[in-house]
Every structure is written in structure tokens, then in C-alpha cells.
């Protein structure tokens, strides 16, 4: 069963308009971890951000911002103001506490156009 | 530079051949993996390493093999019996021995491609 469900595939938006890109997973684990990469063309995966499942505190970094929502299992990304460098597939991902491996979403396709 | 270095970057291979994707961390890290990724698809795990001379299938581990002689490296074969190798390749690495709590950074990719 897919434990991280990224729901939007692509997702297109004009420079400068906010995006958030949303992140549903599923854990029995009462301790895990959440985490964001960003996928540029070049296809190196970035690291944005790890967060524990302890630590419900939003977080925001620059233009990013994440809100983590254990009620709805829920660990969204937000951009402001895009810029067409935001461009790339992010990929939302889980660990548990009790598994091997980091489990990744499908991920989802964000084109920022001037 | 600290990083994962990964080469080559394209990779043609005919069919029954093996090929070996090279892998090498500098980031003095004990862990490294290897992740397949297929278009449309997120990132699955193909083996696992936690310390030197030590390694541990994932998901997909039929039809690769791996070996961890060094710390710095973690080379991935992909044998013949691999019956759909064309794909993106990742390796990663992290600095404790615990792959479900510590984070991971990716070198940039080997794309095989089966000819």
C-alpha cells in the first residue's frame, strides 16, 4: 500500500503566485519522519527539510513553508511568490521508526512560467 | 567539495551484459543506498548499506548485486537477470548507521538505458 500520497501530478502557475503542494501519509508508527526533496531537471535530489512526528511547529525557510498536521496526516509545502527556478518535481517521503527505508510519493510536477 | 558523486551519467548497455554504476561519498557518512527511479515514480530502494562490508536488500534487490568494500564507495551492479534495467539510477548516503531516521543526500543520478 503506497504510505505517502502525493495527489496533484503537475501543477502550473505564473511567476509569482503562491503554490502549495500536498502530502498525505500513513503510519501506525508512533514515531517518524517527514521530509521534502526537490527534484531540479538535472535530477540530483535536493534535500529541503526533515521533521519529526514530535514537532507539529510549522516551518518556514525563505519563500518555503511547510505545515505539518498530524490530525489530517497531512504535510504540506508551500512556496510564495514562485520564481521559475521553483520549477522541478518535489517528492514528499516517510520513514518509520520500525522500517528500513525512506518511502516516497509519486511526486508532484510544478512548471512556475514567467 | 563534500558530496555523492556518481558516474558515469548516461550509461547504454546491450542486453545480457552486466554493467557497474559507481557511487562515492566523501562525506565521511556509514550509510549508502541505491534507489531505482522509473518515469512517473517515486524512488524505490534497491539495497542498503549501514557500515563496511555489511549490505541489506530492499525492495527491488532482484537483479542487482552490490558490494561495500570502502566506506566511501558503494558500487551497484545490475546483472542480466535484471529483466527491465532502464532506468534512473540514485545513490544516497547518511551520516548515522539508521536508514529510517537519518537524512539523506542523493548524487546526481546515472541514467542506464538498455539498448
Known amino acids: 500500500a503506497q504510505k505517502v500520497t502525493q495527489a496533484q501530478t503537475e501543477i502550473s502557475v505564473v511567476e509569482k503566485e503562491d503554490v502549495t503542494l500536498d502530502c498525505v501519509y500513513e503510519?501506525?508508527?508512533?514515531?517518524?519522519?517527514l521530509f521534502w526533496y526537490k527534484q531540479p531537471p538535472s535530477g540530483e535530489l535536493v534535500f529541503l527539510i526533515r521533521?519529526?512526528?514530535?514537532?507539529?511547529q510549522n516551518e518556514i525557510s525563505g519563500r518555503y513553508s511547510w505545515n505539518f498536521q498530524k490530525s489530517t496526516s497531512s504535510f504540506n509545502f508551500t512556496i510564495t511568490a514562485s520564481q521559475v527556478v521553483d520549477s522541478a518535481v518535489y517528492f514528499c517521503a516517510l520513514s518509520e521508526n520500525s522500517g528500513y527505508a525512506l518511502n516516497f510519493g509519486k511526486g508532484t510536477s510544478l512548471l512556475v512560467t514567467p | 567539495d563534500g558530496g555523492i558523486t556518481q558516474s558515469p551519467k548516461y550509461l547504454f548497455r546491450k542486453e545480457g551484459q552486466n554493467v557497474t554504476l559507481s557511487c562515492e561519498q566523501n562525506?565521511?557518512?556509514?550509510?549508502m543506498y541505491w534507489y531505482r527511479q522509473d518515469p512517473g515514480q517515486g524512488l524505490r530502494l534497491i539495497y542498503y548499506?549501514?557500515?563496511?562490508?555489511?549490505?541489506q536488500k530492499g525492495d527491488i534487490a532482484e537483479g542487482y548485486s552490490v558490494s561495500r568494500e570502502k566506506k566511501e564507495s558503494f558500487p551497484l551492479t545490475v546483472t542480466s537477470a535484471q529483466k527491465n534495467p532502464t532506468a534512473f539510477y540514485l545513490c544516497?548516503?547518511?551520516?548515522?548507521?539508521?536508514?529510517?531516521?537519518?537524512?539523506?543526500?542523493f548524487g546526481p543520478g546515472t541514467r542506464l538505458t538498455v539498448l
Open positions: 562525506l565521511n557518512h556509514d550509510a
Open positions: 548499506s549501514q557500515i563496511v562490508n555489511d549490505f
Open positions: 521533521r519529526n512526528s514530535f514537532d507539529e
Open positions: 544516497a548516503s547518511s551520516g548515522g548507521q539508521s536508514p529510517s531516521t537519518d537524512t539523506q543526500y
Open positions: 503510519t501506525r508508527d508512533t514515531t517518524y519522519y
